[in-house]
């Protein structure tokens, strides 16, 4: 069962405008979230989180929003760039699993010039 | 270096072999991550280390997989009797707490060492 989905496996997006990425969640002991992008062949690089007592985090031009009672969580780049295109995963842990993380299938976001 | 270091970058071997992947992680991260990523899919957890134990090991998919991290800084994932099924990206993270709780700890990458099994 995957317990963290990303539905839109690529989302494409003109340089300088919003890109708006999901994530969905059904295991409500998941308080903790974050985000990674990850780059061709490279590891996954931390880009922002969020604890389950706030509803919004915001980082420069990146901005985490969780919706908990719809166990929903998006990400805002703002304004986008070119060098912001890579892959995304969404990332959860909480209750008795702090530790591990469980990571969606990913996001891949092209932006262009 | 200053990041998580794994060897070898790549490995090609032959269904049934022995493989082991190793994971140099950031010095002073106490805590350790092995993770699975098939193509086209997000990370799958596989173990993580807190100091030299095991603090879990749920995401060993079978009793082929096994892992150590004798002296609490570098690990070695082992696979016995590998399959088909185990070509993917295997990587490892570190970092300085555990992630989530109160003392979020932020994973740090390697860039991971690809298996392929023929």
């Known amino acids: 069962d995957q317990q963290v989905k990303q539905n839109s496996p690529s989302l494409s997006v003109q340089e300088g405008r919003i890109s708006i990425l999901n994530c969905d969640y059904t295991?409500?002991?998941?308080?903790?979230f974050l985000w990674y992008k990850k780059y061709p062949a490279e590891g996954p690089t931390f880009l922002i989180s969020i604890s389950s007592i706030k509803d919004k985090n915001e980082d420069g031009r990146f901005t985490v929003f969780l919706n908990k009672s719809a166990k929903h969580l998006s990400l805002h780049i703002v304004p986008s760039q070119p060098g912001d295109s890579a892959v995304y995963f969404c990332?959860?842990?909480?209750?008795?699993?702090?530790?591990?993380?469980?990571f969606g299938q990913g996001t891949i976001l092209t932006v262009h010039p | 270096g200053a990041g998580v270091s794994q060897t070898p970058s790549n490995k090609v071997t032959e269904k049934g072999k022995y493989v082991e992947l190793r994971c140099d992680p950031i010095s002073g991260h106490t805590a350790l991550y092995w993770y699975r990523q098939s193509l086209g899919q997000g990370p799958e957890f596989l173990i993580y280390f807190q100091g030299t134990g095991a603090a879990d090991d749920s995401g060993l998919p079978n009793d082929r997989f096994f892992a150590v991290r004798p002296e609490g800084s570098v690990s070695t994932l082992k696979i016995q009797r590998t399959e088909r099924g185990d070509s993917a990206v295997y990587l490892c993270a570190s970092s300085l707490n555990l992630a989530g709780g109160a003392n979020t700890g932020e994973l740090f990458f390697g860039e991971g060492s690809r298996l392929t099994v023929l």
């Open positions: 295991n409500s002991m998941f308080d903790y």
């Open positions: 990332a959860a842990t909480g209750g008795t699993s702090y530790g591990k993380l469980t």
